[in-house]
């Protein structure tokens, strides 16, 4: 069975920094293509970020608007991915997803419970 | 960018009512929008990939229709369980969510 935990968020000044991580099991991790995707609240769902799988090449993607402030890397020896989010601003308050895809897809197909980031000063 | 938008935004329904959501892309996506339902304090969970394949374990009341830019989730038979709301996505370019119908009940 796929597990996605997430971890790491919490309340956080305007202008500052959080990595949140994601532990994955029940799959083949290094396998796998894997995003964030988030939701604010009372909001809909916001796709963050997709990582492809290292034998794919590894190759990150972002939404314009987050290009530059979120960067998404993955630890395959640990079946971890991350989330580094730098000049945190009030609007990437959110609860964050750990999502996985079928390989080459922006689908998601298992999803983590979420973790809670607040960015407030 | 492709966006996605969603009607209604909220309906009111009862158990064993036909319920039928809209999903319109504002660009064509082919047959790449999926449908996904979420409860409150609960992630996301995938009912419908490719415009009408039912994901696996998702009960058979559950349908989905359309192509290129106009979608339809359909509920057939309401049952208690599924008083949520739903969001469509496209995925032929990126990803983009629909702002989501809430369906409650009457």
């Known amino acids: 069975e796929v597990q996605l935990v997430e971890s790491g968020g919490g309340l956080v000044k305007p202008g500052g920094s959080l990595r949140l991580s994601c532990a994955a099991s029940?799959?083949?991790?290094?396998?796998?293509?894997m995003s964030w995707v988030r939701q604010a609240p009372g909001e809909g769902l916001e796709w963050v970020g997709r990582i492809e799988s290292k034998s794919d090449g590894g190759a990150t993607d972002y939404p314009a608007p987050l290009i530059g402030r979120f960067t998404i890397s993955r630890d395959d020896s640990k079946n971890t991915l991350f989330l580094q989010m730098n000049s945190l601003q009030i609007e990437d308050t959110a609860v964050y997803y750990c999502?996985?895809?079928?390989?080459?897809?922006?689908?998601?197909?298992?999803w983590g419970q979420g973790t809670r980031v607040t960015v407030s000063s | 960018d492709i966006q996605m938008t969603q009607s209604p935004p909220t309906l009111s329904a009862s158990v064993g009512d036909r319920v039928t959501i809209s999903c319109r892309a504002s660009q064509t996506i082919f047959s790449w929008l999926a449908w996904y339902q979420q409860k409150p304090g609960k992630a996301p969970k995938l009912l419908i990939y490719?415009?009408?394949s039912l994901q696996s374990g998702v009960p058979s009341r559950f349908s989905g229709s359309g192509y290129g830019t106009e979608f339809t989730l359909t509920i057939s038979g309401l049952q208690p369980d599924d008083f949520a709301t739903y969001y469509c996505?496209?995925?032929?370019?990126?990803?983009?969510f629909g702002p989501g119908t809430k369906v409650g009940i009457k």
């Open positions: 029940g799959f083949s991790f290094n396998d796998a293509w």
């Open positions: 999502a996985t895809h079928p390989r080459g897809s922006y689908l998601v197909d298992s």
């Open positions: 490719r415009a009408s």
């Open positions: 996505q496209q995925y032929n370019i990126y990803s983009t």
